[in-house]
Structures are given as structure tokens and as C-alpha cells.
């Protein structure tokens, strides 16, 4: 079956533009998740949405950064007036159940590169 | 605040070794932890997955223990091939965050040399 899938795969933007990230889960997975890894670095977390309802943002660097969820199903990552820190790769992430204990499955992350 | 760290960052071997890689983190409550694979350009390939209650998980020439209590988890590659060469993350869920987040390690990059 499909995995998670993230466009674009890559996103170029000047500074100060505003930029929007999707991503596709694992049908019927519940869970979903969004991480910002820099070059070099390991993921970090960013928010988390259980169906539609955000339950933690507490990831999220600034107010610039917003994520939705609107019908449980595909993730928007939003962030406006793009600065040059915020280049990195944005991955998301699904798993299956509520739970605390399951597996999280990654796509292939979208690559943004702000000048 | 959990941190995760891995040891070594970076590790160069000849096809066929055996080798270790190693991962440590603060805070000893979490629910489990994870290894992934991450290829250049590439997004994560979940390796093993060791609930809390568990010691060790097998998959294939995977090897991956944990010890919870010293905060500690290795993953052991057989025989290693060339395929292998990537960067290997470990990532733990811990409960002060409420399990529905993973925490990183930076990393280990590994390159298997014919």
C-alpha cells in the first residue's frame, strides 16, 4: 500500500514569502505528526494532530509556523514570512492508533531552502 | 528534558564487519524507542521498534537491545554490505511528553567500504 507522501519534495522561497507544506498519511491512520530536521541535526518535533484535533504544538517555533488538519486526513504545515533559519527539511509522520506505544511511519520529507 | 545522544557520529568499516552502533537518553520513562535508517535526500525507514517492557527486537541482521534503566540501546549490524551506508537515528518516546512525540539522537553516519 501507499506510504506517507510529502509535496513538494522540494521548496524554494525568498525571504519573507509564505509557504505551504502537505502531507498525504496512511489511510486510516489517526495519528499524524510533523518534525523539522536541519542539516546535520536529528529530527525535532514540531506538532501533533490526533484526526483533526492539533493536541500539542508545542514544537512549533514561532508564531509564523501553523499547522492544520481540517477532515483527520491530509496535514498542512503553513509558515509565513519565511526566514532564512527556517531552511531545513520538514518531515511528517503517521501512525495508525492514538496509542503511545505504536510505530510511526515517516514520508520523504519536503526540502525548503529560503534565500 | 529527554536528550538523546549517539555514539559514534561517524563510522567507516570494511565489508563483513560487525559492528555497533550506540545510542543513550536522560530520562529512562519512555514507552519505547525506535531505529531508523535515513538515506541522503531521503526521509526515515523504521528499523526496529522496542516497546518499554522489552530487551531486545531482531529483524533480519538487526539487532537492537535496550536497556531502560542505564538509559541505553545499541543496534548491531551483521555482516555488514556496502547497502548498508546510510545514517542511522535512534529516537525515543518518552512519557513526560506525553508519548506522542519522538526524540532524536543526531545520528550516526555509516559508510561500509568494499
Known amino acids: 500500500g501507499a506510504g506517507v507522501s510529502q509535496s513538494p519534495r522540494y521548496k524554494v522561497a525568498k525571504r519573507g514569502q509564505d509557504v505551504a507544506l502537505r502531507c498525504d498519511p496512511i489511510s486510516g491512520h489517526v495519528s499524524l505528526f510533523w518534525y523539522q530536521q536541519a542539516l546535520g541535526q536529528g529530527p525535532e518535533f514540531l506538532t501533533y494532530?490526533?484526526?483533526?484535533?492539533?493536541?500539542?504544538k508545542s514544537g512549533l517555533p514561532s508564531d509564523r509556523f501553523f499547522a492544520e488538519r481540517p477532515e483527520g486526513s491530509v496535514s498542512t504545515l503553513k509558515i509565513q514570512r519565511t526566514q532564512q533559519e527556517d531552511s531545513a527539511v520538514y518531515l511528517c509522520?503517521?501512525?495508525?492508533?492514538?496509542?503511545?506505544?505504536?510505530?510511526?511511519?515517516f514520508g520523504p520529507g519536503t526540502r525548503l531552502t529560503v534565500l | 528534558k529527554q536528550e538523546v545522544t549517539q555514539i559514534p557520529a561517524a563510522l567507516s568499516v570494511p565489508e563483513g564487519e560487525n559492528l555497533v552502533l550506540n545510542c543513550s537518553f536522560t530520562d529512562s520513562a519512555i514507552y519505547n524507542l525506535q531505529w531508523f535508517r535515513q538515506d541522503p535526500g531521503k526521509g526515515l525507514t523504521s528499523l526496529l521498534l522496542?516497546?518499554?517492557?522489552?530487551r531486545e527486537q531482531t529483524s533480519g541482521r538487526l539487532n537492537a537491545s535496550l536497556d531502560k534503566s542505564s538509559g541505553r540501546s545499541t543496534l548491531y549490524i551483521a555482516a555488514s554490505q556496502p547497502g548498508d551506508s546510510a545514517t542511522y537515528l535512534c529516537?525515543?518516546?518518552?512519557?513526560?511528553?506525553?508519548?506522542?512525540?519522538?526524540?532524536f539522537g543526531t545520528g550516526t553516519q555509516l559508510k561500509v567500504e568494499l
Open positions: 529516537a525515543v518516546s518518552g512519557v513526560t511528553g506525553g508519548g506522542n512525540k519522538l526524540t
Open positions: 509522520a503517521s501512525s495508525p492508533r492514538e496509542t503511545v506505544d505504536n510505530e510511526q511511519f
Open positions: 494532530f490526533q484526526n483533526e484535533a492539533q493536541l500539542d
Open positions: 522496542i516497546q518499554s517492557s522489552q
